[in-house]
């Protein structure tokens, strides 16, 4: 029986790259749906390489991106990003990609799904559908199509791309009934999460982009500037970070117990660890000084160490250093120009955040980042038929 085959684009955004869908070619019904996505990725997959399918075995390639045209007034296009678990039939729709995020825009046009310009820059109003937030993607534009090649360089990538900006607008959770929710779920910016097995020990916990968990290195025992190597392979170490993980996950109100954390949202909240700037070598072999950076900050994806940073969690990580009292706030040495710049494994990215006091609470108005994209291959996916 022959296989079934879906229009798609495979494509890199930031130092991410997943599988895009115009949402009209799969399922109507999310089962269905999801179903089919879980086949073209790969999952689940017990050796963890995805081999039968377009995943590569990280979380940073085992994503998935639907797109549409908005019926919005205020958007342009719509789009919803699912994590595809690695070795679990699970996709994640509880949070957005930032860094997928870049190619949403280049993707529509591609797709002619909104109208640009043919030279100069098309500025898009993107509607984030996981979380009901807007972004703004300005996209440079060459005879008559999206500039992918350029100067641009991202640490984390290999090569120059063209730079894709993003405006994350108001990307703070809105506060829901009940007095819950909101950018500081718990109403405070600082919080002890009691482990089991372990001490309590001090978070920030943050929804801004993505839920989110800052808390100092030395508190698990780390320095800051770890890499890769250095933590993915404690299986000790990962174990507590999880128990963490979704302790503030149920401290956040985003599950009733831990477990289902574990088992149900892999991809959000997300975690991470951050400590004063120090110089460290990068992944790439390159040499990272202090006075190139503001801070540390590692995050962990879907289990392991991320190699570089994924782009929701840069932007909590860049509003939680705007406001006094948070975890990030402590050991962050801000730049004059009101961007930080992190050391992460990778190397570095600058970021930052407008934020504001509006009575008794904080508000981010917007996070700008700089990030870049381009197409990997064109064409169709498939699928064996049922």
């Not at 509880?94 to 870049?102: F, I, V, W």
């Not at 500025?123 to 199509?145: C, E, F, H, S, Y």
């Not at 006094?324 to 050991?331: A, D, E, Q």
Request: neutral net charge; proline residues 7%; contains cysteine.
């Amino acid at each position: 029986m022959a296989q079934r085959r879906i229009p798609a684009l495979y494509m890199r955004g930031g130092t991410s790259k997943g599988v895009f869908f115009v949402d009209k070619d799969l399922p109507a019904s999310p089962v269905e749906r999801d179903r089919w996505l879980l086949r073209v990725i790969g999952s689940p997959d017990p050796y963890g390489k995805q081999i039968d399918g377009m995943g590569a075995g990280t979380s940073s390639t085992s994503k998935v991106v639907l797109v549409a045209k908005s019926a919005r007034t205020d958007a342009d296009v719509d789009f919803l990003f699912g994590a595809v678990a690695v070795d679990r039939p699970v996709i994640d729709w509880s949070g957005n990609c930032g860094n997928l995020s870049a190619a949403v825009g280049p993707f529509a046009i591609h797709r002619g799904l909104v109208d640009a310009p043919a030279t100069g820059a098309a500025v898009l109003r993107l509607w984030q559908a996981n979380i009901g937030k807007r972004i703004v993607a300005t996209i440079p534009m060459q005879d008559g199509g999206v500039q992918e090649d350029g100067h641009f360089m991202l640490d984390g990538v290999a090569f120059p791309a063209a730079e894709v900006r993003l405006e994350f607008l108001d990307p703070g959770a809105d506060d829901a009934p009940g007095g819950r929710g909101g950018l500081f779920p718990t109403g405070r910016v600082l919080d002890r999460l009691a482990v089991p097995g372990s001490a309590p020990l001090e978070a920030t916990l943050i929804d801004s982009g993505i839920p989110m968990i800052f808390v100092e290195a030395g508190a698990f025992g780390l320095r800051g500037d770890e890499s890769q190597a250095d933590v993915s392979g404690n299986v000790d170490l990962l174990a507590r970070v999880e128990a963490v993980r979704a302790q503030g996950a149920v401290a956040m109100g985003l599950v009733e117990r831990a477990g289902d954390a574990t088992a149900r949202r892999p991809h959000s909240p997300k975690i991470a660890f951050v400590a004063p700037p120090s110089g460290y070598v990068a992944s790439d072999g390159r040499r990272i000084d202090p006075g190139q950076i503001d801070l540390l900050a590692r995050a962990f994806s879907m289990g392991p160490l991320h190699h570089a940073i994924p782009g929701t969690a840069a932007v909590a990580l860049a509003t939680a250093a705007a406001i006094p009292g948070t975890i990030v706030h402590r050991v962050v040495r801000p730049g004059a120009d009101g961007m930080i710049r992190l050391g992460h494994p990778s190397g570095t990215l600058a970021i930052g955040a407008t934020v504001a006091r509006d009575g008794e609470r904080w508000v981010v108005t917007r996070v700008v980042v700089s990030r870049s994209a381009r197409r990997l291959m064109e064409g169709w996916v498939f699928l064996p038929q049922d």
